[in-house]
């Protein structure tokens, strides 16, 4: 559902929200690769896409018309999303595998994120909401379900990944390389890779007087300079607000999407406005809503709304995405972040460990669920290959 109150997109906004989806197979946005041929609004805000395949029969299609819907069909005005669909012309399909070519030999393939990985930034209006611990917690529970999953610590100033994961120490970097190679934890069948600033600078408390620009170095240096290498799922635990870091990270990564968690306090309209906005601003889908610091249980059963009530879901109505859970306060989530030992680790079972493999659950089942690559990735580059014939 969209905000009634907002202006339609325009063409260009569409074909802007057009470069999140990424066609996996070929590594690069489909505006980048000449798919997406032309976008149009009409006056009911009904958008409607052409997307030329590489071949009709193409396995991706499915995955590429959900991309394009959800992430048009998300933004504010948009009524309707039409997908037509046709089939690249020969040269088009010579130009396309070119520009793919050209981008997989641009990028190292051991410091890339891989194309096949769901971005996930994590964000909210204001500190203090619990972003870092969310984080943590849908990390290593994502991780429990046997995902490889990568945590970027992108709050480069006010960093507190490290100490709620228990991870220290510096970083190696690989020899005669300037790479970084992040920091695993394995969690059961599952997998941690866990970059930080935390990991680059001597003391936890030295003050890191980072400001605009060199923020925005640091965070380009994490996604440019880490040896990532296979990953599900990246979650990027970002600063609070709307600032040089959430604009840099949206340009690095326009395929991301957005998680917002907000409190349980109905004045909530100021964080709806703002998420909005940064959502506009950034072209990123906000994939849904996080309620944390909800209701809080005391030892005789009784519950407490202690920051109110409802503020995930005026907020997940506001702006048009699920509420994916509410995550309650208990002692043990603070504990844990203190002790390094998040409470989604083992076999903890309060309910905010509950809460939040609740919400790992719908991730991984509706909100954002992993990129299938099985059987059709070479298949499709050899028919393509194949049609082009030989050069
Ligand atoms: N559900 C919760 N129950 C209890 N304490 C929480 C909960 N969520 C967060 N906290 C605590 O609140 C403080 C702020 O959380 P944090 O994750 O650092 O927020 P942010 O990253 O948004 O600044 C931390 O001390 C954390 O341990
Ligand atoms: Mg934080």
Not at 33 to 58: N, P, Y
Not at 113 to 138: C, D, E, M, Q, Y
Not at 352 to 376: H, S, Y
Request: hydrophobic share 45%; proline share 5%.
């Amino acid at each position: 559902m969209a905000v009634s109150t907002t202006a339609r997109p325009t063409s260009d906004d569409v074909m802007a929200l057009l470069r999140g989806v990424i066609d996996p197979e070929l590594g690069s946005d489909i505006v980048d690769l000449g798919m997406a041929k032309s976008a149009s609004v009409d006056d009911e805000g009904v958008v409607t896409v052409t997307v030329a395949l590489t071949t009709a029969g193409c396995p991706l299609r499915a995955q590429i018309q959900k991309d394009v819907r959800s992430r048009v069909g998300s933004a504010p005005g948009v009524t309707k999303v039409d997908i037509r669909w046709t089939e690249m012309t020969q040269d088009e399909k010579a130009s396309a595998m070119a520009k793919a070519r050209r981008n997989a030999a641009e990028r190292a393939p051991e410091t890339e994120i891989p194309a096949t990985t769901r971005v996930v930034t994590i964000a909210s209006g204001k500190g203090g909401v619990g972003k870092s611990s969310v984080t943590v917690n849908l990390a290593v529970a994502l991780a429990a379900q046997g995902f490889t999953v990568g945590v970027m610590d992108a709050d480069i100033g006010g960093f507190s990944v490290p100490r709620m994961l228990g991870l220290g120490g510096r970083l190696a970097g690989m020899e005669g390389e300037k790479k970084i190679v992040p920091h695993e934890k394995q969690v059961g069948q599952g997998l941690l890779k866990v970059v930080s600033m935390r990991f680059l600078v001597d003391e936890e408390d030295s003050a890191v007087m980072w400001r605009g620009f060199m923020l925005n170095r640091a965070v380009q240096h994490f996604v440019e300079d880490v040896r990532w290498g296979a990953m599900d799922y990246l979650l990027i635990d970002m600063p609070p607000g709307t600032g040089d870091v959430q604009m840099g990270l949206a340009r690095m990564l326009p395929r991301a999407e957005m998680l917002i968690v907000t409190t349980p306090a109905v004045g909530a309209q100021k964080v709806a406005a703002r998420a909005a906005d940064m959502a506009r601003k950034t072209y990123l889908r906000i994939a849904g809503v996080i309620e944390n610091m909800s209701s809080f249980t005391c030892e005789h059963g009784g519950d407490y709304a202690l920051f109110g009530s409802g503020g995930g879901a005026a907020l997940a109505h506001d702006i048009g995405s699920p509420l994916l859970g509410q995550i309650p306060i208990e002692p043990a989530v603070s504990a844990g972040g203190d002790t390094g030992i998040p409470v989604t680790l083992g076999d903890g079972n309060g309910p905010a460990a509950e809460a939040f493999r609740t919400i790992a659950r719908r991730i991984v089942e509706e909100a954002i669920p992993p990129v299938d690559m099985a059987g059709c990735s070479a298949r499709l580059l050899d028919n393509v290959e194949a049609a082009l014939g030989p050069k």
